[in-house]
């Protein structure tokens, strides 16, 4: 059980455009989702809090405009990068916390992004 | 503000001997600490967790954990290193407030050597 699912796994688009990525719990109803950027030999970068029905809590440094989360429901949160750019190049996984106190976070297999 | 230092970036180790990877944590409350795996171009998998229960945790494919709060550590051991278990080791600790978020260690890479 707890399985958290991405897709796509890998994405290319060019400079400009927009590229979406979801994120879905498949056994259990997520009540908080989380993003997460990845470097290239480097940690994970926390982006933003997802929980089903509110906006998106963003860290601090990341733009909210530019990374639109959407969390329409218990097992779906969605990641778009608007206007992507070399630089948004990256490593995006995402994670899924399932029990009301549990801290524990189950991780999607991630989507590599590259953007030409 | 809770803090973990994972105090190696590289472990190389040959296959059949122990592996120790090493993971201090900062914590003004008792945490709750994992330790994650990632293989190349994966997502990240659980090891083990500790959570308050026992001290010595025991996880997935022969990995063990002991939580030493008088040390401050959470370090990570396998009597006999696999070739698959060549990878990326996360240490993890939980940020002691509502939001659930976890707080990253930077990483050690396993080697492991035929």
């Known amino acids: 059980g707890a399985v958290v699912s991405q897709h796509p796994s890998w994405v290319i688009c060019k400079s400009g455009t927009s590229v979406k990525i979801e994120c879905r719990s498949l056994?259990?109803?997520?009540?908080?989702m989380f993003w997460y950027r990845q470097f290239p030999k480097q940690s994970l970068m926390l982006m933003a809090t997802?929980?089903?029905?509110?906006?998106?809590?963003?860290e601090q440094g990341v733009e909210k405009d530019k990374f639109l989360i959407n969390h329409a429901s218990l097992t779906l949160s969605t990641l778009t990068v608007t206007s992507a750019h070399p630089e948004d190049s990256s490593f995006y996984i995402c994670?899924?916390?399932?029990?009301?106190?549990?801290?524990?976070?189950?991780f999607g297999p991630g989507t590599r992004l590259t953007v030409t | 503000a809770q803090s973990v230092t994972q105090l190696d970036s590289h472990v190389s180790v040959s296959e059949g001997t122990p592996v120790l990877l090493r993971c201090n944590y900062s914590?003004?409350?008792?945490?709750?600490l994992f330790w994650y795996v990632q293989h190349p171009n994966k997502g990240l998998q659980l090891l083990l967790k500790?959570?308050?229960?026992?001290?010595l945790v025991k996880g997935i494919n022969g990995f063990e954990a002991e939580f030493k709060k008088s040390e401050t550590s959470f370090h990570l051991t396998k009597p006999s290193a696999h070739m698959s278990d060549a990878a990326e080791y996360f240490c993890?600790?939980?940020?002691?407030?509502?939001?659930?978020?976890?707080?990253f260690g930077s990483g050690t890479r396993l080697l492991v050597r035929p």
């Open positions: 994670s899924a916390r399932g029990g009301v106190s549990s801290y524990e976070q189950y």
């Open positions: 056994d259990f109803q997520a009540t908080t």
């Open positions: 997802s929980n089903e029905g509110s906006k998106a809590t963003y």
């Open positions: 914590s003004s409350y008792s945490p709750s």
């Open positions: 500790y959570t308050s229960a026992a001290t």
């Open positions: 993890v600790v939980t940020k002691m407030d509502s939001s659930y978020k976890l707080i």
